[in-house]
C-alpha cells in the first residue's frame, strides 16, 4: 500500500496567486515526521518545510506552510504569492519513528509538477 | 561551502561496465543514505549508514554496493552495470539524533547505460 499519495501529477497556478498541494499519508507510527521537497528542473532537491506528529501548530517558512489535518491524514503543502521561480517538482515525504533517535529512511511520494504561470 | 557533494555528477557509461559515485558532507552528520531516482521521478532508498555501519540496507542487486570510509563519506560501487539502472542518484546526510533528522541531499548523479 502507498504510503504517501500525491494526488495531483501537475498543477498550475497564475503568478502572485496561492497553491495548495495535497499529500496523504498511511502509518500507524504515532511517531512520524512529513517533510516537503523542492525539485527544481535542475535536479536538486531543496529541503522546504517539515510537520512533526506531534507538533500543536501548522508549520510554516516564509511563503511555505503546511496545512496539517492528522485525523484526515493530510499535510498540504500550501505556496502563498507564486513566483516563476516556484516552477519545480514538489514531493512529500515521511519519515516514521521521528523520535526514536536512529535513522530511518524517508518515504516519498509520486511528486507534483508545479507551474507558475507569468 | 557545498553541504552534500557527489562525483561525478554525470556518468555515461556501456553495459557491464563498473563504476563509482562518491559523495561527501561537511555539515558533520552522522548518518548518510543513498535514494535512487527513475525515470517516473519516483525517490526510493537503497541504503544507509549511520557511524560507517549499514543500516539500512533495501532490497537492491548485489551488484550495488557502499561503502563508507568515515563518516563524511559514502561512495556507491555498481558492478556489471544494466541498462535498468539509468537513474538519478541521491546522496543524502542527516543527524540521527535530532528532531527532526531532515535530510540535506545532494546535487545528484545522472547515470546513462547505454
Known amino acids: 500500500a502507498q504510503k504517501i499519495t500525491q494526488t495531483q501529477p501537475g498543477m498550475f497556478v497564475q503568478e502572485k496567486e496561492a497553491v495548495t498541494l495535497d499529500c496523504t499519508y498511511d502509518?500507524?507510527?504515532?511517531?512520524?515526521?512529513l517533510f516537503w521537497y523542492k525539485q527544481p528542473s535542475s535536479g536538486e532537491m531543496i529541503f522546504l518545510i517539515y510537520q512533526g506528529s506531534y507538533d500543536q501548530q501548522n508549520a510554516t517558512e516564509g511563503r511555505y506552510s503546511l496545512n496539517f489535518q492528522k485525523a484526515r491524514k493530510s499535510a498540504n503543502l500550501v505556496i502563498s504569492a507564486s513566483q516563476l521561480g516556484d516552477s519545480a517538482m514538489y514531493f512529500c515525504a515521511m519519515r516514521e519513528g521521528i523520535s526514536s533517535g536512529s535513522a530511518r529512511q524517508l518515504t516519498f511520494g509520486s511528486g507534483t509538477q508545479l507551474t507558475v504561470l507569468p | 561551502d557545498t553541504a552534500v557533494s557527489q562525483t561525478p555528477k554525470y556518468l555515461v557509461t556501456q553495459m557491464g561496465n563498473d563504476k563509482s559515485i562518491k559523495c561527501e558532507q561537511n555539515?558533520?552528520?552522522?548518518?548518510m543514505y543513498w535514494y535512487k531516482q527513475d525515470s517516473k521521478k519516483f525517490l526510493k532508498i537503497m541504503f544507509s549508514?549511520?557511524?560507517?555501519?549499514?543500516?539500512i540496507n533495501e532490497t537492491v542487486p548485489n551488484r550495488f554496493s557502499p561503502k563508507s570510509p568515515d563518516k563524511a563519506h559514502l561512495n556507491l560501487h555498481i558492478n556489471s552495470l544494466e541498462l535498468g539502472d539509468s537513474a538519478v542518484y541521491f546522496c543524502?546526510?542527516?543527524?540521527?539524533?535530532?528532531?527532526?533528522?531532515?535530510?540535506?541531499f545532494g546535487p545528484g548523479t545522472r547515470l546513462t547505460v547505454l
Open positions: 555539515l558533520g552528520h552522522d548518518t
Open positions: 549508514y549511520n557511524n560507517k555501519e549499514l543500516i
Open positions: 543524502a546526510s542527516s543527524q540521527a539524533v535530532l528532531t527532526p533528522d531532515t535530510q540535506y
Open positions: 502509518t500507524s507510527d504515532p511517531s512520524y515526521g
